[in-house]
């Protein structure tokens, strides 16, 4: 290849060591936590229920959870490292799984107010199937956008995008499939215990 292009320069080259590299997860999980207490608060104000918080947090916990595996397997298997734009990409996934949660949240609570003697398992059961379609509608635009960026954006941003995909989808799975349900599980626990006493 030398032969055919000439002499190559290296004009930069980046890498995280291991110093680095724990800082980084340090900050990372930092920002996760503190990012995850303020919308434990924020959601358990809003819905006048710590429930919906607790739900909320749990289900951005799994999205987190699931991009770290991600990268942890691309980094085993491919080299991928892990820089800021990754930290970045976690935070941004987080805001977005926890707005598909609160619409689904939000029509939650209509719905008990509209139906408030039926069963909270149907309630949410067809809070989940009206917003749905929203929820797959607008993560398609999302995912269309990134695929494009991947495909088409440069090599610098393509790790942050891939993460960014991986998070809209697992944000639009557990905001519907993960935080619903574990309201049910929660509200079917305490009905419970209050029969219990």
Sequence with gaps: MREKMGEVEERRFETVGPTIGKELLIKTVTAVIVAAGAILVYVAYRFKSFKFGVCAVVAMVHDTIVVVGSFSLLGKLAGVEVDTLFVTAVLTILSFSVHDTIVVYDRIRESVKLYPKADFEAVVDYAVTTTLSRSINNSMTIIFTL???????????????????????????????????LLVVWEKVASKRLKQR
């Design 147 to 181: 695929l494009a960026l991947f495909l088409l954006g440069g090599e610098t941003i393509r790790w942050f995008i891939l993460a960014l995909l991986i998070g809209t989808v697992s944000g639009t799975y557990s905001s519907t499939f993960t935080a619903a349900p």
